[in-house]
């Protein structure tokens, strides 16, 4: 075998590429806590400076806020550059998942069916077959179903309101009506013989 035709990527492990993404990472947080503590500093500089009345301090303090902003965004950089890293090995890391996980579902028994592919066909479509058959079924009892619901006709005669239970419904009515102007009047000679007796 020639040397040049050698993967060195076949023998990478998983732990490898795992162990260096933990590292970058690592990295990255030291470099996401200095920028904070960078942007602390470059806020609590700029608010001296805006309370400084000397000149020459406040212009101390805007050379100190732009170096501090030149170092920020050099901190910036090499963080997205760590992040571009990890990501990369991230995406490695899911290449040899999918490898391992690929060879170990392979050897299952069952998945040896799915190279039989004609035959899986034909499975399918009879499959298919009985699933429409079964829903054209079902369908078809919704529609009797609905045809015989939109047939019927609610009965008057026992759901409807009929002259008795319309008088009946009148006299309840009238009746609250005069147990309230009872209730009314009685409150109203109640109050009377209070004012009285006072």
């Known amino acids: 075998m020639w040397p040049f035709n050698r993967n060195k990527f076949n023998k ?6 795992v162990s260096a993404m933990l590292a970058l990472q690592k990295q990255e947080q030291v470099i996401e806590e200095g920028l904070v503590s960078k942007q602390q500093e470059i806020d609590a500089l700029t608010e001296k400076g805006r309370r400084e009345p000397n000149h020459e301090i406040k212009l101390f303090y ?46 299952v028994p069952l998945n040896k069916l799915l190279t039989d592919q004609k035959g899986l066909a034909k499975y399918l479509n009879k499959a298919l077959g009985n699933r429409i058959k079964s829903e054209e079924i079902m369908t078809g009892a919704d529609e009797v179903f609905a045809n015989a619901e939109a047939s019927y006709y609610v009965n008057q005669d026992i759901y409807g309101v009929n002259k008795h239970d319309d008088e009946l419904l009148a006299m309840f009515e009238t009746e609250a009506a005069l147990s309230d102007e009872l209730s009314l009047d009685r409150m109203n000679i109640f109050n009377k013989n209070t004012e009285e007796i006072r």
């Open 12 to 17: 990478l492990k998983r732990d490898e590429v």
């Open 62 to 107: 805007a050379k100190k806020i732009n170096a501090l902003k030149a170092e920020r965004q050099n901190n910036v950089q090499r963080g997205m550059y760590l992040m571009y890293n990890i990501g990369l090995l991230g995406k490695l890391k899911d290449a040899i998942d999918d490898k391992n996980f690929i060879a170990s579902v392979g050897d």
